[in-house]
């Protein structure tokens, strides 16, 4: 699977972005795709999952109730809309891949990176306060 994230840029804080990951290769809907981020000089963190059929999905507690994940099987795209932005969130932004034909998503699994099969290149977003 080739994964290409975009949608990053520069935003105030309070505003909005959404970030588009759109796969290749593959068949997508037999992967569970997360997003991460990786601010200057941090660990990359957990920022949100979704299961392949779009019917669980999973936050970190910082982004809960601002960021919402969703995808599209038949555009083979995952999203992530991020509302309420804070200059906290200021980070490179990455898609993942992880294969996984479960409804439900397992929750100590889909926050690990290392778990994860496949990896986008990143996407930076940038919150000005």
């Known amino acids: 699977v080739q994964l290409q994230a975009s949608g990053g840029g520069l935003v105030q804080a309070g505003g909005s972005l959404r970030l588009s990951c759109a796969a290749s290769g593959r068949t997508f809907s037999s992967y569970t795709m997360g997003w991460f981020r990786q601010a200057p000089g941090k660990e990359r963190e957990f920022v949100a999952a979704i299961s392949w059929s779009a019917s669980s999905t999973y936050y970190a507690d910082s982004v809960k109730g601002r960021f919402t994940i969703s995808r599209d099987n038949a555009k083979n795209t995952v999203y992530l809309q991020m509302n309420s932005l804070k200059p906290e969130d200021t980070a490179v932004y990455y898609c993942?891949?992880?294969?996984?034909?479960?409804?439900?998503?397992?929750?100590?699994?889909?926050?690990?990176?290392?778990?994860?099969?496949?990896w986008g290149q990143g996407t930076l977003v940038t919150v000005s306060s």
């Open positions: 993942a891949a992880r294969y996984s034909t479960q409804k439900a998503l397992t929750i100590v699994v889909v926050t690990i990176s290392r778990l994860y099969d496949y």
